[in-house]
């Protein structure tokens, strides 16, 4: 993600966070903006971020690891959401420049990688009632959520 950085996000409504409200971390701007939507979105009932681990199995180590889902909430309809916020490029294969090229191959194993962690989180969802859902650049702005530069 562009300008990357991470911080402590203060939680304006408390009674909406559930987990450690003096310890809400963001790792990007995009989370920032996203829990702040949530935060102060009338139609969002409860959030969180990054309380929710998933087991995964990682198809380029074969290994067990965490996956941490960045946010979840519970609209004023009930329904609840785990979401993966991600640059829409991480989503879909890398384009193959004709060689193996350093980038390429960390770009494909981040995919990979990423790849594992969704279906995990796929079927972590449909096992709790949950809809999961991997919002990009794209969806942020569709939400009128502002996204910095």
Avoid at 15 to 38: P, T
Avoid at 117 to 123: F, H, R, T, V
Wanted: overall charge positive.
């Amino acid at each position: 993600m562009a300008n990357y950085y991470k911080g402590k996000y203060k939680v304006k409504n408390k009674h909406k966070y559930v987990g450690d409200v003096n310890n809400v971390i963001y790792r990007s701007s995009w989370e920032r903006a996203a829990l702040k939507w949530l935060d102060e979105n009338q139609d969002i009932k409860y959030f969180g971020s990054e309380e929710i681990v998933i087991p995964y199995r990682c198809a380029t180590d074969n290994k067990i690891h965490r996956y941490y889902v960045d946010l979840w909430f519970e609209n004023s309809n009930g329904e609840k959401y785990i979401i993966e916020i991600k640059p829409k490029k991480e989503t879909a294969p890398p384009k193959n420049p004709g060689r193996r090229t350093k980038k390429y191959i960390s770009e494909s194993l981040t995919y990979i990688k990423n790849q594992s962690k969704w279906e995990a989180a796929q079927e972590f969802a449909m096992k709790h009632g949950l809809k999961f859902d991997i919002w990009t650049e794209d969806t942020l702005r569709s939400l009128g959520i502002k996204i910095l530069k």
